[in-house]
């Protein structure tokens, strides 16, 4: 057993949970450097950063992603959030282990635990600890009568007497149901949030549309492999405003582009489309009429489709068309077009949309069947892709979510677009380009020997510390030829060298590390010494 090690406790190591992993110096350089790239672009745009909370209210999500899509079905972390685990261990106690007969003792020590957790949650209610909803009221008020129909002191008449086995049934299903506090969910996206905080805060009386960028995890349970991450990175920018103008989808994009530009990036692909439009209680949209067309159609090829897209025929034909089975793409190319079903408006919306691009000299492909995997879109759609990124090749998609704040309670008529880039796949395509380094290397490196060197060793680091130098100190003392070693090591561009000697004459020495030139400045020399000289 080692040190530190109590008796029954395993000697472990921890890692990283399956899927979520650590990003480590120097890769944190680089991704510093594409977030601040990422927000110059977007402050050029007039995009403002707007800050969200990690965790939302598991309906949240339900209600704008879409109960019909994998994300909310399969891929959400949620969890209720309440502090009551003693409580949550009575309820599993009285849910798992009901009398399975009747015996008095055993009856008796039941109804003890009922009546505690009526008694609990009541006081907690009253405190406004747990939620106090019709819902839980009920509960309890069932879960009273329940518990006293069983009476521990009379035995049931004949073993298995019905009223017994229906009380112990009621107690079991209304202690389940009782909730001790929200359901939350790690946020898997962040769309849906930045419509929540528009609305909560009014933001629709603000002067113009809303430009806003949000940087951050998410968190999807998905099947981890490169480039797909249960803990994730995305960038996301999201306009919200009473137009629906083509040119603010144009200018979203086209500030896509210039950041992929920047990267460094050359191989990519735009891809857009129209998805059309959804019912609305003036007028019909185009897209519930596509959407039945193509169920017709995908009825008579379900044979030949796997489970997925099978059951989607009937709950969401559209996902079918997102489908990356090999085996489907053959069939999904034969599938009727959204293009031939758009209305009037989308249609010129689209139009003006492809004019914009060109206007703004972005390159673009349409693809007839790019449709996004979330229930808000409609018309525009986009995503990029690249091919060095492997089999997960989308860089970043987005599109129009134009009824998603009302859906969400907020005004009438407030209209969206957006996208959001996944940050772990640009860095994997920058590294991939191998165009941008961006380690951030140690500009002095003080070399300091003896008692009274380290005074000015420690003052001289954050002279040159508040000049925005990055110096290593070394917290103890090390001998130079040591201290040299390590300098070169850490790829530091100079070393600052001081001893006993050097604090005498108050001359320090400099050593250029890449060429070995040293020579000695005073002390009152040093800050302009690497300021950067006129011409150089
Ligand atoms: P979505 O929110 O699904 O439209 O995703 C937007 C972008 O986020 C994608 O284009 C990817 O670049 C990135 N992304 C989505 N899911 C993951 C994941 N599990 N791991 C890494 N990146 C992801």
Redesign the pocket.
Known sequence: MGEGTKPGQERRRFRAIKGVRDILPPATDLWNWFEKTARGVMEAYNFHEIRLPIFEETELFARSIGVETDVVTKEMYTFADHGYWDLELVRIRIVNNPPGHWDGSVVQSYRTQVANLIDQCRMLIGAGEIPDTPANARALSELDLAVNAINSSIPPVGMGSTQFDASILQIVHYARSLKFGDVVTLRP?ATASVARAYIEHGMQTLPGDQKLYYIGPMF?R?RPQK???RQ?Y?IGAEVLGTSDAPAIDAELIEMLTVLIERCRIEKWTLLVNSIGCPDTPERKGCRPKYVERLREELRKVKDKLGADSQRRIDTNPLRVLDSKLPEEQAIIEKLPKISDFLCEDCRAHFEKLKQELKLRQVAFTEAPRLV??LDYYMRTTFEITSPVLGAQN????GGRYDGLVELLGGPRGIKGIGF???E??FIDAIEEAKKIHATRPVDVFIAWMGEKAYPTAVRLARVLREEKHTVELPPEEMKFRKALERADKLGARYALIMGEDEIKTGELSIKRLADGKQEKISEDALVDYFRPKAGA
């Not at 989308?394 to 998609?397: K, M």
């Open positions: 996206e999807r998905e480039g797909r991450y994730f995305q996004r995997g989308a860089l970043c998609g959001a880039l996944g772990d796949r």
